[in-house]
């Protein structure tokens, strides 16, 4: 291949220009390019000297954990007799008791979410799912809890009384 190309140079060698404006030619392109070079070496030299300092500052920094040992903390007892305390008598609080839930739906559909709402209701509510109530107390408030699936629709009931 090589051979190919001195032969054509060879060959080809009265048809170029004379010396004189070969040189004229390679000057107007110096000229010409030397001027438009600049600024992709500064560009160039720039982009070099950011990637050093990038380089330099990335290195990660080790990285130390310090601990620190507390002592246990000291406990002081008073020794002097504290003043003696008024003995309070407190009412004891009453305690919640509930009867088990009872269905209000003959056949009620896949229970998987709901809420448990706490409601007063007049007391003839409890005959509806078979507990026994005095006729002269059908009409006292009794507290109930609730249960209302995601749908809406109030699924169980129970009943809550406070005893001291």
């Not at 000229?31 to 000297?49: D, E, I, M, N």
């Not at 903390?73 to 309070?88: L, S």
Request: charged share 25%; no cysteine.
């Amino acid at each position: 291949m090589n051979e190919l190309l001195r032969a054509l140079a060879d060959h080809d060698r009265d048809r170029e220009a004379p010396a004189a404006v070969e040189m004229r030619l390679r000057a107007a392109f110096r000229k010409k390019y030397q001027r438009r070079a600049w600024p992709y070496v500064t560009a160039f030299a720039l982009a070099t000297a950011a990637a050093i300092m990038l380089s330099v500052n990335i290195k990660p920094k080790p990285q130390t954990m310090e601990i620190a040992v507390v002592p246990p903390p000291v406990v002081t007892v008073p020794v002097a007799n504290p003043a003696p305390r008024k003995v309070v008598h407190r009412k004891p609080r009453p305690v919640e008791v509930v009867t088990e839930f009872y269905p209000l739906m003959d056949v009620p559909p896949p229970f998987e979410r709901g809420e448990l709402l706490r409601v007063s209701l007049p007391a003839a509510a409890m005959r509806n799912v078979g507990l026994p109530v005095s006729e002269d107390r059908l009409t006292e408030m009794v507290q109930a809890d609730v249960l209302v699936g995601e749908e809406g629709l109030a699924r169980a009931i129970r009943f809550v009384r406070f005893e001291r």
